[in-house]
């Protein structure tokens, strides 16, 4: 008889660890599992941010008046490592020195730029 409460002892250790086992495994797979959806979400919104980033580019490209605009083949040149915009510096522009550039007040900053 000792024997076997020794074994039906052993047996239920055992049946004990493997469902702590299944358990941890069961939290592991449900962990993992809201991982990836929170992975996919935030990819999701790297997609739209992306999406907004060059709708804005391409609408302050068109805020820039066309002197401006001239030779500009890159939007990305436009903007600066913060994803500040900036219009190209005045080297850029044609070289015509009868030419009068107009001021013009920028959309965004409300700034007046003359030359």
Not at 8 to 37: G, H, M, P, V
Not at 65 to 81: A, H, M, S, V
């Given at each position: 008889m000792l024997e076997y409460d020794r074994l039906k002892a052993e047996l239920n250790s055992w049946k004990a660890e493997i469902t702590n086992s299944a358990r941890i495994y069961q939290d592991f797979c449900d962990r993992n599992l809201e991982l990836k959806n929170?992975?996919?979400?935030?990819?999701?919104?790297?997609?739209?941010?992306?999406t907004t980033k060059v709708d804005l580019q391409k609408t302050r490209l068109n805020e820039c008046p066309p002197e401006f605009q001239?030779?500009?083949?890159?939007?990305?040149?436009l903007y600066d490592e913060n994803g500040m915009f900036h219009c190209p510096p005045v080297s850029?522009?044609?070289?015509?020195?009868?030419?009068?550039?107009?001021?013009?007040q920028c959309k965004s900053t409300k700034a007046i730029i003359g030359f």
């Amino acid at each position: 008889m000792l024997e076997y409460d020794r074994l039906k002892a052993e047996l239920n250790s055992w049946k004990a660890e493997i469902t702590n086992s299944a358990r941890i495994y069961q939290d592991f797979c449900d962990r993992n599992l809201e991982l990836k959806n929170r992975e996919d979400e935030l990819q999701l919104t790297i997609k739209q941010l992306e999406t907004t980033k060059v709708d804005l580019q391409k609408t302050r490209l068109n805020e820039c008046p066309p002197e401006f605009q001239e030779g500009i083949t890159d939007n990305d040149n436009l903007y600066d490592e913060n994803g500040m915009f900036h219009c190209p510096p005045v080297s850029c522009l044609p070289d015509d020195s009868d030419h009068q550039y107009p001021s013009f007040q920028c959309k965004s900053t409300k700034a007046i730029i003359g030359f």
